[in-house]
């Protein structure tokens, strides 16, 4: 176990890092640390450093059964940890639960009529909905039959959702659930074509919809993606029998789409036939998948996460309550969209679990002025805040002194999806949180189910701009290129990886358990024969730095994601949908440096001969980027050039056109078999408006790697 300070220290500028490391980005230097408030330290759930002692090396795995005893189970485990098919870990084995019942059911008698969810739609004219968990119980157990006896679906089967932020989005979730079905949200955002992608890799043969909802002022026509969604989960092979469309306002349709009959149906013409039916939740093996999750990696194909019953659920429920700290009583609210990992985990199923009351907003959280997020916090009495830097950055910048003026009266406050930088970590203390609420900052991935990194509010010191320690019963380690160890303290970076496995870890990716091996264990394993855990680091993907304390400070990933406003884009999936368009000959997507989103995609193409104007292009580029994956990924700039910088095997050097974006020194070119080519780019480069202040030569050299 790392030692990690109970004590603050609070000195500003301990322990700086070594500047002549190559390495490491030296944006902003280790920052002292501070106590959280102690009204806070007063009550929270764990505030007794023992707690690292339950979960130390020695106890491991043992210790995660102080999580899986906060669920409810139908049939006790037999096993904590199976490892006889590594890195494919069972936790739990021969327990079974259902998580419907866990999150939904068990809470009836207790607390029946207290909110589980608060909806806040959008428009702030339409009343706020409040739905205790004795509704939920009812409305959850109605969709479930729907679900069972109109669709068809049975324990195992694969079901997509297509959903935006409203509570049919959880319910449906839930009712999934309730029967034992995998259900797998594509985030509301993204494109129809995007959404068949998942829906064909899945094998859903039910797509669940929502006819539109509100976005920054409109109403969003949603179920206009239905057809490209079908059609293109048709082209790769899957048939879709039955789209189920909610209503956002049963009565009134918000979509101008007709439905198709036979394949079409909407729901508040369906649901009265299950009126006051009652699904018994189906018990699940605590290693049967409960969802997917679709996430960028380096090839241009998604991933689906596989997530398990037994252990998922045990994992986000300690790390809710431990780090979140939170309590059936609180008011939380997390802005992350369910259609990320951050909503499943810590808006659903965490929250749910304890018993608590999870905020659900429909919209954006600076609409329809930057003050929304505090009205929001000060009417619902909301205590618990969990949000993005992104979201800190831009309310810090568009109007910096709003969060005084309002009433929000927050204990803790939970930052997620990217690094935060130490000022803007300092304003969020300060004026969001007025200098009452401990802050956490929450490093972890879609893969990993939960957190990995971050204090334990109840006891560790906070440092603007590191995540922490690792959270109890995690073992990172650094490694270096060699996989040799590096010594916190050192002042060196290196890959993150951990050490061992823990029960919120993905089980497999969907579908091909070849490419989860060879992605997340390969490269450090020691022996792949073995079958004891130790022989089997878990490699993030993200380069990282501890300091003599043991805090980790996250610097990014060091393989070809792009990380937008949190979210995470494949360049290669941004690429394919640029060669999507015929002209262009070859494409590029590099990271550029951005004031709030942290980065945005540039991107470079070449044309074939003969191709139409370049702006003509760069501008079908732009909406085919748009339409197969998102606006969440549009470009900053479509740059159209003469040739790309190639090694002479002919491979595109990305981190030469990341440096010409970003405006820094494109380094040694020597190597490339067209060095002449940089000039011109550059000269194509310096003619576009150019508002960012670039990224770091160090963080470039980071981010962006190619391999020759
Ligand atoms: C990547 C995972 C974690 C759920 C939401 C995003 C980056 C995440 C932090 C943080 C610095 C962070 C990492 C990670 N990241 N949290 N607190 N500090 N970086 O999940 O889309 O799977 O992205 O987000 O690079 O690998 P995701």
Redesign the pocket.
């Given at each position: 176990m790392s030692e990690v300070p109970t004590r603050a220290t609070n000195r500003a500028g301990a322990s700086p890092t070594d500047p002549s490391s190559p390495s490491i980005d030296a944006r902003w230097k280790e920052e002292g640390t501070i106590p959280p408030p102690a009204r806070f330290t007063a009550q929270a759930n764990v505030r007794n450093p023992t707690i690292f002692e339950r979960f130390s090396e020695e106890r491991f795995p043992a210790c995660f059964e102080e999580y899986a005893r906060l669920l409810d189970w139908s049939t006790p485990w037999k096993t904590v940890l199976d490892t006889s098919h590594p890195p494919f870990w069972r936790w739990f084995e021969g327990g079974t639960l259902n998580a419907s019942h866990n999150c939904v059911d068990r809470h009836l008698a207790e607390r029946g009529d207290q909110p589980a969810m608060i909806f806040v739609p959008e428009d702030e004219a339409e009343a706020v909905q409040y739905i205790a968990y004795r509704e939920l119980h009812q409305r959850v157990n109605e969709f479930a039959a729907l679900l069972r006896d109109f669709a068809g679906l049975r324990r195992g089967d694969r079901v997509t959702f297509h959903l935006p932020m409203t509570p049919e989005l959880p319910i449906s979730m839930l009712a999934a659930a309730r029967i034992g079905a995998v259900h797998c949200e594509v985030f509301g955002g993204f494109s129809g074509a995007a959404c068949g992608t998942r829906i064909a890799d899945s094998g859903s043969r039910v797509l669940v919809t929502m006819d539109g909802y509100s976005r920054n002022g409109r109403t969003i026509d949603h179920f206009a993606n239905v057809e490209a969604a079908v059609r293109s989960a048709e082209s790769m092979g899957q048939r879709v029998d039955k789209v189920l469309v909610w209503s956002r306002h049963p009565g009134r349709s918000l979509t101008t789409h007709p439905l198709k009959d036979g394949r079409d149906h909407r729901i508040e013409d369906l649901i009265g036939r299950y009126a006051g039916k009652r699904v018994d939740p189906e018990p699940m093996a605590s290693t049967d998948p409960l969802f997917l999750m679709y996430?960028s990696g380096t090839t241009g194909k998604p991933k689906g996460c596989q997530h398990s019953t037994g252990g998922y659920l045990a994992y986000v429920t300690g790390t809710a309550k431990y780090v979140l700290d939170l309590k059936p009583e609180d008011i939380y609210w997390c802005t992350?969209d369910i259609g990320?990992?951050?909503g499943h985990s810590y808006v659903v199923y965490g929250p749910l679990a304890i018993g608590g009351t999870t905020v659900l907003y429909e919209g954006v959280p600076s609409y329809p002025d930057p003050s929304r997020s505090w009205r929001i916090s000060e009417r619902l009495g909301v205590n618990i805040f969990h949000t993005s830097p992104t979201l800190i950055r831009q309310l810090r910048k568009t109007a910096p002194e709003e969060p005084h003026r309002h009433g929000q009266k927050f204990r803790l406050m939970a930052?997620?999806?990217?690094?935060?930088e130490p000022e803007v970590w300092r304003w969020f203390y300060d004026e969001v949180g007025k200098g009452e609420a401990a802050v956490v900052?929450?490093?972890?991935?879609?893969?990993?189910g939960g957190f990995l990194?971050s204090t334990v509010p109840g006891i560790h010191p906070m440092k603007p701009g590191s995540?922490g320690p690792a959270v109890p019963g995690i073992f990172p380690v650094i490694l270096d290129e060699d996989g040799r160890p590096i010594e916190r303290g050192s002042g060196h970076a290196g890959i993150i990886c951990i050490r061992n496995p823990w029960p919120g870890i993905m089980q497999t990716i969907w579908g091909d358990p070849h490419r989860f091996l060879e992605q997340y264990y390969s490269r450090f394993c020691r022996d792949e024969k073995s079958t004891d855990w130790r022989d089997w680091p878990y490699v993030?993907?993200?380069g990282a730095i501890q300091g003599a304390d043991g805090y980790f400070r996250?610097l990014?990933?060091l393989d070809d994601?792009i990380?937008v406003a949190?979210?995470?884009l494949g360049a290669k999936e941004l690429e394919s949908a640029c060669l999507k368009v015929p002209e262009v000959a070859e494409a590029a997507a590099v990271p550029l440096a951005d004031e709030l989103k942290g980065r945005v995609p540039d991107i470079y193409i070449s044309l074939k001969p003969g191709a139409p104007p370049a702006a003509e292009v760069a501008a079908r580029v732009r909406s085919s980027i748009v339409e197969l994956i998102g606006k969440v990924a549009a470009p900053q700039h479509v740059y159209v050039v003469d040739d790309m910088p190639k090694t002479r095997s002919g491979k595109i050097m990305r981190r030469v056109l990341a440096a010409l974006s970003n405006g820094v020194d494109a380094g040694d070119t020597t190597t490339l078999v067209n060095p002449e080519i940089v000039a011109s780019i550059r000269k194509v480069v310096a003619q576009a408006p150019r508002a960012s202040p670039g990224l770091s030569a160090e963080a470039l050299h980071k981010e962006v790697r190619d391999t020759e």
């Open positions: 996430t992350a990320w990992i951050t930052t997620v999806g990217e690094p935060i900052d929450t490093w972890w991935q879609t893969e990993t990194c995540a993030t993907g993200d996250i990014g990933r994601v990380k949190g979210h995470r």
